[in-house]
């Protein structure tokens, strides 16, 4: 139990704000956050280790994010909404037919802005993982995925004209 105290205290800032940059909400980032850790508790033994632990509990943490979004919308149609506008790229993952869409708009991208949307989107990795791949700062990282996304929304738009 100790043990999973100090993971608690190391990883919990790490969780809370992936879970914050998914739900651009304080309170349900913090909810999140907390339901993660229970379930993390809970299944402690089964983490095999074939990753690094803030990865596990990041897909734990993404995987809850989506159930509560699912069960929001059951509830409350505008929640979603409220929450991300309808054209954003995040919101467009949630829907498979509009992923494939991101995926064609992205297959046509020049690189480095295929390769970094694809690893912070899909890879789920950090800007300093991006950063330390591509042998460059982590602002380089955060701008170009920033471009890669204004591509993809401008060449999105384009397509439904």
Known sequence: M????????????????????????EKVA????????????????????????????CQIAKNTYFTHLNK????????????ASENSIETMILNKEETFR????????????KEVFTLRVFGELSYKQI???FEKTESWARVTFHRAKQKIQSKLKEECK
């Open 72 to 83: 929001q919308k059951r509830y409350d149609t505008d929640y979603v909404e409220e929450k």
């Open 131 to 133: 950063s330390q791949l």
């Open 30 to 57: 913090e909810e999140i956050t907390q339901e993660t850790f229970f379930k993390a508790l809970k299944s402690i033994d089964n983490f095999n280790g074939n990753c690094k632990i803030n990865v596990w509990l």
């Open 2 to 25: 100790a043990e999973f105290e100090g993971i608690y205290f190391k990883y919990f800032r790490d969780v809370y704000s992936f879970v914050l940059s998914l739900s651009h909400n």
């Open 102 to 113: 991101i995926h064609k708009v992205l297959h046509c991208l020049d690189e480095p802005y």
